[in-house]
């Protein structure tokens, strides 16, 4: 009414909904003169519900990857290697990390099933859980009863041990729903795996390049985790290369530099271009140039 621009920041969309909600939440969308979407899913519903892609504008999601950043380049190798033999043991297997709140919605029992999986298939690995909540007790006799070596660690707050884990981790795996557990890992180097269910999925699963920094499995078929497990800790590129990838998908696009200037655009009334940030990344680069310079 007053001529200001409104643009709303949303989760926007993960499916196309029927009924009533539906019709709600397009009719309120449409009193914006724009949307600020953390995913391209989003984007996509949106065009079918008849938005105009100009006026969604996918700006990501990100943590605070300057401290991550910082913490990553402090990390003594000698330490991760002590840190990996603490929490996997002496093996050479493959570590395995989730990172989240201990609770059904992230299926982790269908990890520790994975796990047991790999161990039936001679490719035993060994897990690593972070974080507490409601499922632990039921999670600690399930790896029990299935024979899989699993520590827990429980909640930690403290970012560099956060980093340690992450980096003594050949993957990070969180089965269900992974949010910014997947911008924690890769700003680490760690690839991910989730599930390829866009429609329960949270925005910041499309950091994931399928063979590139982790995978996207079948979702809740445990046979498929598995394999994608063990073909990740197989690959020698997935070990090196895959982790540069990770970090680099970080800085080129899920961190706060790059999405203050796709706000930027948006409230100054540019369109909406899926390809600006590629075009002109990684943004994060150009910043710390600019002030070094």
């Not at 949106?46 to 100009?54: K, S, V």
């Not at 999986?117 to 909540?133: A, M, N, Q, T, Y």
């Not at 590139?212 to 020698?236: F, K, M």
């Not at 390809?275 to 600019?290: F, M, Q, T, V």
């Amino acid at each position: 009414l007053r001529g200001k621009r409104v643009l709303f920041w949303t989760h926007g969309w993960q499916k196309r909904e029927p009924g009533l909600k539906g019709k709600f939440r397009n009719a309120f969308y449409r009193l914006a003169h724009g949307l600020l979407l953390y995913g391209h899913n989003a984007k996509c519903v949106g065009l079918g519900c008849g938005f105009d892609a100009d006026r969604m504008h996918v700006i990501y999601n990100s943590l605070d990857y300057r401290t991550q950043e910082r913490v990553r380049n402090s990390l003594d190798p000698d330490a991760i290697a002590t840190r990996r033999r603490e929490v996997y043991g002496e093996g050479d297997q493959p570590a395995v990390m989730a990172i989240t709140r201990l609770q059904p919605a992230k299926k982790l029992d269908l990890l520790i099933g994975a796990a047991a999986e790999c161990e039936k298939r001679g490719h035993p690995i060994s897990l690593l859980f972070v974080g507490d909540g409601p499922d632990r007790g039921r999670l600690e006799a399930l790896a029990r009863e299935r024979g899989v070596r699993a520590h827990f660690l429980g909640a930690v707050y403290e970012e560099k041990t956060i980093a340690e884990c992450l980096a003594a981790s050949d993957l990070c795996v969180i089965p269900g729903p992974a949010g910014l557990t997947v911008m924690h890992s890769l700003a680490y180097g760690t690839p991910f795996i989730t599930n390829d269910d866009a429609t329960s999925q949270m925005p910041e699963y499309e950091a994931v390049v399928q063979g590139v920094n982790g995978a996207l499995y079948r979702a809740w078929e445990v046979g498929d985790l598995a394999s994608h497990i063990l073909s990740c800790t197989e690959s020698a590129g997935m070990r090196g290369r895959g982790r540069e990838k990770s970090i680099e998908i970080i800085e080129r696009f899920f961190n706060p530099v790059t999405q203050r200037v796709l706000i930027d655009r948006a409230v100054s009334g540019h369109k909406a271009d899926d390809l600006w940030a590629a075009w002109h990344g990684p943004l994060y680069r150009a910043a710390d140039s600019e002030r070094d310079g």
